[in-house]
């Protein structure tokens, strides 16, 4: 388990009414990306969902599974938090227009990973009140 998983994992109150071994938040705002095979642009997409181990992004991209990327996404701390991550799943939507990709965080810096944390802690907070948080601009 990473060091933000096990930080994450002290912070969940019911894990078993959660599929999955991290509970998933959504986000819905946009993000960058860059794949690391190629030395360019940070590409504009959307984050849908966040975890403590990966997210979910929407965007005109072409990426493969296994492939390794960087990701910046602002989550309301004044600053893009940077992470490093592979591409867990990759699917088109109809007629190519919107791609849909998993993504499994490999790489992240301490301050980032507090960050996240912070976040994520918020969310659930806010979840278990039944209370919505916006993020994004």
Same mark, same amino acid.
């Given at each position: 388990?990473?060091? !933000?998983? #096990?930080? @994450?994992?002290?912070l969940r109150?019911?894990? %078993?009414a959660v599929?999955?071994?991290?509970q998933? &938040?959504?986000? @819905?705002? +946009?993000? %960058?990306?860059? +794949? #690391?095979?190629v030395?360019? #642009?940070?590409i504009? *997409?959307?984050?849908e969902?966040?975890?403590?181990?990966?997210?979910?992004i929407?965007?005109?991209?072409? @990426? %493969?599974?296994?492939?390794?990327?960087?990701l910046?996404?602002?989550?309301g &701390?004044?600053? =893009?938090?940077?992470v $490093?991550?592979r591409?867990?799943?990759?699917?088109?939507? +109809?007629?190519?227009?919107?791609?849909? /990709?998993?993504? $499994? &965080?490999t =790489? !992240?810096? /301490?301050? =980032? *990973?507090q960050? !996240?944390?912070? /976040?994520?802690?918020? $969310?659930?907070?806010?979840s $278990?009140?039944?209370?919505?948080?916006?993020?994004? +601009?």
């Amino acid at each position: 388990m990473s060091l !933000l998983g #096990e930080i @994450l994992s002290n912070l969940r109150w019911d894990r %078993k009414a959660v599929s999955r071994s991290s509970q998933r &938040f959504t986000v @819905l705002t +946009p993000a %960058k990306i860059r +794949p #690391e095979r190629v030395d360019g #642009e940070w590409i504009d *997409c959307m984050l849908e969902n966040l975890s403590d181990g990966g997210a979910s992004i929407h965007g005109r991209l072409d @990426l %493969k599974r296994r492939e390794h990327i960087g990701l910046r996404m602002n989550l309301g &701390f004044g600053h =893009d938090i940077g992470v $490093r991550a592979r591409v867990v799943y990759a699917s088109t939507g +109809p007629g190519g227009t919107r791609s849909t /990709y998993g993504v $499994r &965080f490999t =790489d !992240l810096a /301490y301050a =980032d *990973c507090q960050d !996240l944390v912070a /976040y994520l802690a918020t $969310r659930e907070s806010a979840s $278990r009140q039944g209370v919505r948080i916006r993020t994004g +601009p």
